[in-house]
């Protein structure tokens, strides 16, 4: 098993920035790909960035090259860089990952309780 725990969230003014990061425990050695989704109020919960152990990366669209996604993986962390923040960027912010040999898609079986990110205009 897996435990993923972030930290780093908070309260930012538009344009500013945050530094997300997510430290697992565990089975450290079994995790695969790793990723951070994002809830807002009354929407569906989406990707914003997943991150291979090789270090390949992906972006959603709305990231817009503002956010780095970043792992340490002898120590089983995870991080979020996030830049040039909008107020539309406000939800709960969660990490996430999925074990070695998982194959191509990414269905993550660890997740994180969450940290909230607010961004005031």
């Known amino acids: 098993q897996v435990q993923l725990v972030e930290s780093g969230g908070g309260l930012v003014q538009a344009g500013g920035s945050l530094r997300l990061s997510c430290a697992a425990s565990?089975?450290?050695?079994?995790?695969?790909?790793m990723g951070w989704f994002r809830q807002a109020p009354g929407k569906q919960r989406e990707s914003v960035a997943t991150?291979?152990?090789?270090?390949?990366?992906n972006y959603a669209d709305f990231v817009e090259g503002r956010f780095l996604v970043s792992r340490d993986n002898a120590k089983g962390t995870l991080y979020l860089q996030m830049n040039s923040l909008k107020p539309e960027d406000t939800a709960v912010y969660y990490c996430?990952?999925?074990?070695?040999?998982?194959?191509?898609?990414?269905?993550?079986?660890?997740w994180g309780q969450g940290t909230q990110v607010t961004v005031s205009s």
């Open positions: 996430n990952a999925d074990e070695r040999g998982s194959g191509s898609s990414y269905f993550p079986k660890y």
């Open positions: 991150i291979t152990r090789g270090g390949n990366t």
């Open positions: 565990g089975r450290i050695f079994n995790i695969g790909t």
